[in-house]
């Protein structure tokens, strides 16, 4: 089945900075990859997602990176705020569509912490 | 909406009560997950609903009985837990069982088993 391994397990940055989460994965046919944030008593909040046909995807301080060739991808937040202190997580799935199943598999999940 | 709505949020229960936690979600999603978190862990797997049949099963005790009444609800029925049960646990839905549209989890219930 997919392995998903994730690093650092922990990260501790000055607000301002920009905060790096890498991941990478085993089953080359994987073609979905969320990435999840998960504060103090809350359940995972996809964050951004990016498919294998894309390389690389924006959303204002918050970027993905896709290299099918390597399997990995990566998560990249610019700016940090304190409020960006979390877990956070990197999974990936085969998405067949229709009634085919997809599973989600993890990341072990990364502690990010922003310093004021 | 949204949202996919978990109650109760925190929950007590000794090893041999009966308790049920539901989950509930209105944005026609036609697949519902039931996972496991410990803490400091990622989420596990534990059932997957498809159409409101049970399609997958990850090998989880028979202690642990899940129920899809109808395409909005999910219900996870617990008996004779042990204290290695407690955990957190998450639903999420997805617009298909293949999660081609990504899926949305719930806030989760906290189960205390003591």
């Known amino acids: 089945g997919e392995n998903v391994e994730q690093h650092p397990s922990t990260l501790s940055v000055q607000e301002g900075d920009s905060a790096v989460i890498k991941c990478t994965y085993s089953?080359?046919?994987?073609?979905?990859f969320p990435w999840y944030k998960q504060e103090l008593g809350k359940g995972p909040q996809l964050i951004i997602d990016?498919?294998?046909?894309?390389g690389e995807k924006k959303d204002q301080r918050i970027a993905v990176t896709l290299n099918k060739t390597a399997k990995h991808f990566s998560l990249h937040i610019t700016e940090t705020q304190p409020e960006d202190s979390a877990v956070y997580f990197c999974?990936?799935?085969?998405?067949?569509?229709?009634?085919?199943?997809?599973?989600?598999?993890f990341g072990q999940g990364t502690i990010l912490t922003v310093h004021p | 909406d949204t949202e996919v709505t978990q109650t109760p949020k925190h929950l007590v229960m000794g090893m041999t009560n009966k308790k049920s936690l539901k989950c509930e979600q209105h944005?026609?999603?036609?697949?519902m997950y039931w996972y496991k978190q410990k803490a400091k862990k990622p989420p596990e797997l534990m059932f997957v609903?498809?159409?409101?049949?049970?399609?997958i099963n990850e090998s989880v005790p028979s202690r642990f009985s899940p129920e899809c009444p109808n395409s909005s609800l999910l219900n996870l029925h617990l008996h004779a837990l042990q204290p290695e049960d407690s955990a957190l646990y998450l639903c999420?839905?997805?617009?298909?069982?293949?999660?081609?549209?990504?899926?949305?989890f719930g806030s989760g219930t906290r189960l205390t088993v003591v």
């Open positions: 999420a839905s997805s617009q298909d069982p293949g999660g081609e549209y990504g899926y949305t």
């Open positions: 089953d080359s046919a994987s073609n979905y």
């Open positions: 990016i498919r294998s046909n894309v």
């Open positions: 999974a990936a799935s085969i998405n067949a569509g229709g009634t085919s199943y997809g599973k989600l598999t």
């Open positions: 944005m026609g999603h036609r697949a």
């Open positions: 609903y498809s159409y409101e049949k049970l399609s």
